[in-house]
């Protein structure tokens, strides 16, 4: 939990984010879970991915933009990307997942209504593709400006996909009131709060209300997009689907590039959907923390991969 706290901490820190930026540890995680910091590099990253049965969501790494331009830009990096997916042919294997933060939410009093506009003008160039965008949730404070979004553009992107964090005591709520006929919702433990006042912290009471929420989703019309790589969880998908008569195509699994590789063939070789998250771009830094906060076990994956160079 200590561990936990330091990397969600150094997470936000702009000084060790340009120090991070040289260091041959992290490009030993960064490799691992990063498909590179190119277009072209993700794109092979998709096309083989989509060989294997595969789909993906694509995130543009970047969060806590400074300042609208910075947003822009973000903005039209994803425009570009959904171009170049449908171009080779990839938007039917592939969507795009962004960041409120990193295309303004976090800018002040302004910052939802240009958040919006960049998330409708991002849902406009994916509409053109032939595919959808999933909204990342962030931290507690930027959850129900989120939903609100979310709430907002579902008018004129009903494939409008949000995500629901099973460590928030209010996601019992949010489940039910987010779960309308066919609405795409991805459900995960959580990757940033521990504060009491408004997450669980234990696993065990993580874990119980993700199974509370999933049930909630499986037996609503909404579609359920189950992102965990927790073997049981994973189980329990699976037996709550086939006991709300879901077929394979009702929902999905949902895992982080480079995280249980070999789990996410075996689902897709069952006939399961499954869906990688898969970042790319230079600002890999907060992610990559996220990642060895969830997971210690990933540092000494990364000291190994230093070790053999
Ligand atoms: P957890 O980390 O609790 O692990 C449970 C068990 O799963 C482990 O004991 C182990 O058995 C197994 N396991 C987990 N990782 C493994 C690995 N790499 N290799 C082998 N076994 C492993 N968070 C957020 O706050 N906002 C968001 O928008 C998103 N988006 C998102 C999209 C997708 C597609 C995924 C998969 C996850 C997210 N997350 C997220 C992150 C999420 O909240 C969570 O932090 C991580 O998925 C880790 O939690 P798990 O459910 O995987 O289990």
Known sequence: MVLRQALLSASGSRRLRAFAANSPFARGVVDRFVAGEEVDTVIAVVASLAQEGLFASVDHLGEDTTHPRQAAQITEAYIGLLRRLSEEGLSSAAEVSVKPSAVGLGLGADGEELATANVARICAAAREA????????????????????????????????????????????????????????????????????????????????????????????????????????????????????????????????????????????????????????????????????????????????????
């Open 130 to 309: 032939g595919t959808t965008v999933t909204l990342d949730m962030e931290g507690p404070e930027s959850v129900s400006a989120t939903l609100r979004m979310v709430r907002v553009l579902r008018a004129d992107f009903p494939w409008l996909g949000c995500v629901l964090q099973s460590y928030l005591r209010r996601t019992d709520d949010d489940a039910v009131a987010m779960a309308t006929p066919g609405a795409r919702i991805r459900l995960c433990k959580g990757a940033y709060a521990l504060d009491p006042a408004v997450a669980h912290t234990s696993h065990r009471e993580v874990d119980a209300a993700f199974v509370r929420a999933l049930r909630t989703l499986m037996q609503s019309s909404a579609f359920p997009m189950v992102a965990t790589h927790d073997p049981r969880l994973i189980e329990i998908a699976g037996t709550l689907a086939a006991l709300n008569r879901r077929s394979a195509d009702d929902f999905e699994y949902q895992m982080l590039y480079g995280a249980r590789p070999e789990e996410q063939r075996r689902l897709a070789g069952m006939g399961a959907r499954v869906r990688v998250y898969v970042p790319y771009g230079r600002d890999w830094y907060g992610y990559l923390l996220r990642r060895l906060a969830e997971r210690p076990a990933n540092l000494v994956f990364a000291a190994r991969a230093i070790a053999g160079r």
